[in-house]
């Protein structure tokens, strides 16, 4: 008769998972970003994209309860250097997307108009949904446009991912070269202006030795 499995003893046959359908369970959807935006605020939120990177958004800003009048926001996405890439005055609901040219800084601020008044007015609920890359693209429109079938979704999806990853691994890799570099050429540059500092400090040690012996000479202090 055989024995029993021990417990906590793994059983034979049971294959690990594979890598990428690990990754994935690992990799999950991002949540929306939730805050309060208070009368006369400005409140923003940055993050750094890569270049030719897909971003999509859904926003919501919600009126204070028991407020007679409805949200009052604006909204403005710009990058480091101040192009506007979606601007809506008036924001209560919709959705924003645009696509990267360069690996930059984007900002997405929320700005209240609603007045400050005498007494405590409030706070807006500001809800941001912000995705780019892999997590931004609709792959049930991809599958219903190429007729593909839900496993091959899936490995599209995961080709995506991996080659996500392989990029970010690249642009680290670049990153840590041009860091190597300015680190070597501030050694070097460190090395050389001490040379340069010995060689100073050498020339007016033995110029002052000169310059004093002649003096002493003067003097008739030493012959």
């Given amino acids: ?20 359908l690990l990754l994935l369970l690992l990799v999950g959807p991002a949540r929306p970003i939730s805050f309060q ?15 030719d990177t897909l971003v999509t958004g859904e926003y919501e800003i919600s009126a204070p309860p028991g407020s007679s009048a409805g949200p009052s926001a604006n909204l403005k ?34 700005e209240s108009k609603l007045p400050v008044g005498t007494g405590r007015m409030p706070d807006q609920l ?3 949904d912000m995705k780019h890359g892999v ?10 446009v ?13 080709e995506d991912l991996s080659e996500s990853i392989v990029n970010d691994f690249a642009y ?3 990153r840590e070269e041009e860091m190597r570099d300015t680190n070597e050429s501030t050694n070097t540059r460190v090395l050389y202006f001490s040379i340069f500092s010995m060689c100073c ?15 002493f000479k003067a003097k008739k202090l030493i012959e």
């Avoid at 939120?45 to 270049?51: D, S």
């Fill in 77 to 110: 996405i710009t990058d480091s250097a101040g192009h506007i890439l979606y601007a809506k005055e008036d924001a209560t609901k919709g959705k924003f997307a645009f696509t990267t040219e360069d690996y930059d800084m984007f900002e997405a601020c929320f």
């Fill in 126 to 128: 500001v809800t941001l």
């Fill in 135 to 144: 997590e931004a693209k609709n792959y049930e429109e991809i599958a219903k």
């Fill in 201 to 215: 400090l050498i020339g007016l040690a033995t110029w002052q030795v000169f310059y004093l012996r002649r003096f």
């Fill in 172 to 174: 680290m890799k670049k």
């Fill in 1 to 20: 008769m055989p024995l029993p499995p021990l417990p906590g003893r793994p059983r034979r046959g049971r294959a690990p998972l594979p890598p990428l």
């Fill in 37 to 51: 935006l208070p009368g006369k605020a400005r409140k923003c939120l940055r993050e750094e994209i890569h270049r």
């Fill in 146 to 158: 190429e007729k593909l079938k839900p496993l091959e979704v899936e490995l599209r999806r995961l």
